[in-house]
């Protein structure tokens, strides 16, 4: 064989195997899929458990694959799961499934809006390059809700405040409690907690304690169940002006113009009746003598 053949045909083999080896990377096909949420939809400010399965890692050519979770906003990797995890690629049973499973526990900002939320998966593996970034939505719901509260009657003179509460979010609550915590202008006597129970969204409910308010900032602790059972709090606070109902305290304490003339009416009815009895008694006598 001519020393051209030779060389032609050596030409040929490395072109082949360079077409051979190119062609065995090309098949070294990564995909990343969430398949679980827990809680579904999740909630801010606890944390969600999800499983993403890693397919194509049966292929010995992918090489090292890593899995890293992308943190921001409102997302973060709790302290117990790492945020990066690696496999090395064709190391499995064959009688069973060629996937990796991935669980990863995410803490989740209070301050996350409701609805989806984006979390992203960072997959990479040696020799490729800088990776592939995908994209998964979370779906977070805003459990929590709101209250608003008002002093619906005050009587310094009584010593009581009657405080009205209103559920003004979209979420029903149970075992509902108010608490008045220790503060300058509200000295409370006797028990400074109340239990409200149930109270459904945009509805309200009074409740009254034995308290000497003051004008200024009333501060108040609300604890409840959530509709997935979760005890939370809130902190709401109302501006109090004592005024109007120190208005209130003094005309409840005057009598009336015309209770005043119903009394005199009385007392001259009174008067006249024992006038006229005396008189009666004296004329009686005088006859009897």
Same mark, same amino acid.
């Given at each position: ?182 503060? /300058?202008?509200?000295?409370? !006597?006797? $028990?400074?907690?109340?239990? #409200?129970? =149930? %109270? ?48 209130? /305290?003094?005309?409840?304490? !005057?009598? $009336?113009?015309?209770?005043? #003339?119903? =009394? %005199? ?25």
């Amino acid at each position: 064989m001519s020393s051209g053949k030779k060389r032609f045909g050596f030409v040929l083999v490395l072109m082949f195997s360079i077409f051979s080896i190119a062609v065995a990377s090309a098949t070294c096909n990564l995909d990343v899929n969430l398949i679980n949420q827990d809680p579904y939809p999740a909630m801010p400010g606890e944390t969600v458990k999800l499983v993403f399965q890693i397919t194509g890692v049966e292929n010995i050519d992918c090489g090292s694959v890593s899995f890293k979770v992308m943190e921001e906003f409102p997302f973060s990797v709790d302290p117990s799961i790492p945020a990066e995890s690696s496999i090395q690629s064709g190391i499995y049973i064959r009688t069973y499934q060629s996937f990796w499973l991935v669980p990863v526990i995410l803490r989740i900002d209070k301050n996350a809006k409701e609805g989806a939320n984006p979390v992203e998966i960072l997959l990479t593996r040696s020799g490729g390059g800088s990776g592939i970034l995908y994209s998964f939505d979370i779906e977070v719901e805003d459990v929590a809700t709101d209250f608003e509260i008002s002093v619906r009657d005050y009587s310094k003179a009584k010593g009581i405040l009657t405080l009205e509460i209103l559920n003004i979010g979209q979420n029903d609550v149970e075992a509902l409690s108010i608490e008045i915590p220790e503060q /300058d202008n509200l000295l409370v !006597k006797g $028990s400074n907690r109340n239990t #409200l129970g =149930i %109270l459904d969204s945009n509805e309200y409910t009074t409740t009254t304690f034995e308290a000497i308010a003051e004008k200024g900032e009333l501060e108040f602790i609300l604890r409840y169940n959530d509709i997935t059972g979760n005890r939370r709090i809130a902190f709401e606070s109302v501006n109090f002006d004592p005024q109007p109902f120190l208005i209130k /305290d003094s005309e409840n304490g !005057k009598i $009336s113009t015309t209770t005043i #003339l119903i =009394i %005199l009416v009385l007392i001259g009815i009174i008067a006249y009746w024992f006038y006229k009895r005396h008189k009666k008694r004296k004329h009686l006598k005088k006859e009897h003598k």
